[in-house]
């Protein structure tokens, strides 16, 4: 069964991020990403980044997974 942990994990080790979470419940996740690298790019391709990290992992294990993209910058206006 793959897990919101396991998920986390593979992105924060693919790419470098400020702030990661994942929720979900086994077949369905939500992934906040904060990243630098996000900066000067589309939502698509921050999206396609993300999933870069996962890999063969979306095509087999992963059925549904919403992903919410930030820089650094965007992530810290939003919370203030």
Same mark, same amino acid.
């Given at each position: 069964?793959? #897990?919101?942990?396991?998920?986390?994990?593979?992105? $924060? =080790?693919?790419?470098?991020? #400020?702030? /990661?979470?994942?929720?979900?419940? $086994?077949?369905?996740?939500?992934?906040?990403?904060?990243?630098?690298?996000?900066?000067?790019?589309?939502?698509?391709?921050?999206? =396609?980044?993300?999933? =870069? #990290? /996962? $890999?063969?992992?979306?095509?087999?294990?992963?059925?549904? /997974?919403?992903?919410? #993209?930030?820089?650094?910058?965007?992530?810290?206006?939003?919370?203030?």
């Amino acid at each position: 069964m793959v #897990t919101p942990e396991s998920i986390e994990h593979n992105i $924060g =080790q693919g790419m470098s991020t #400020t702030h /990661l979470n994942v929720d979900g419940d $086994g077949r369905h996740f939500e992934a906040v990403v904060v990243s630098g690298e996000f900066a000067g790019m589309s939502r698509v391709q921050r999206h =396609q980044r993300v999933y =870069q #990290t /996962l $890999g063969e992992r979306m095509r087999e294990e992963v059925h549904a /997974l919403s992903i919410k #993209t930030f820089t650094p910058q965007e992530w810290e206006s939003r919370h203030k």
